[in-house]
């Protein structure tokens, strides 16, 4: 069974910077994609940023130019740098990850205070 562990997240003021790190275990397979997806109170789990084992980088509109991915040193592991955080960006940050099957992390929460 794949477990997902994410670490990283906090409270920042507006326009400070977080980075998410995420690792896998429990396989010895290397993913397909893992990424990040939030979800803000009150509303829809959205994805944030993935990264296919290929290398190809997905960012959702609201990030770009903000937030980078990147694969870590670890294998199946993954990080999220993200700066100029906004207030918006406050919400639980879930790491996902898919080998021949989809898993979830257990989220972290990122705050941004303004």
């Known amino acids: 069974q794949v477990r997902l562990v994410e670490s990283g997240g906090g409270l920042v003021q507006s326009g400070g910077s977080l980075r998410l790190s995420c690792a896998a275990s429990g396989t010895s397979l290397n993913f397909n994609i893992m990424g990040w997806y939030r979800q803000a109170p009150g509303k829809q789990r959205e994805l944030v940023a993935a990264?296919?084992?290929?290398?190809?980088?997905n960012y959702a509109d609201f990030v770009k130019g903000r937030f980078a991915i990147s694969r870590g040193n670890a294998r199946n592991t993954v990080h999220l740098q993200m700066n100029g955080l906004k207030s918006e960006d406050t919400a639980v940050y879930y790491c996902?990850?898919?080998?021949?099957?989809?898993?979830w992390g257990q989220g972290t929460q990122v705050t941004v205070s303004s």
């Open positions: 996902y990850g898919r080998w021949s099957n989809a898993y």
């Open positions: 990264l296919t084992g290929g290398g190809t980088t």
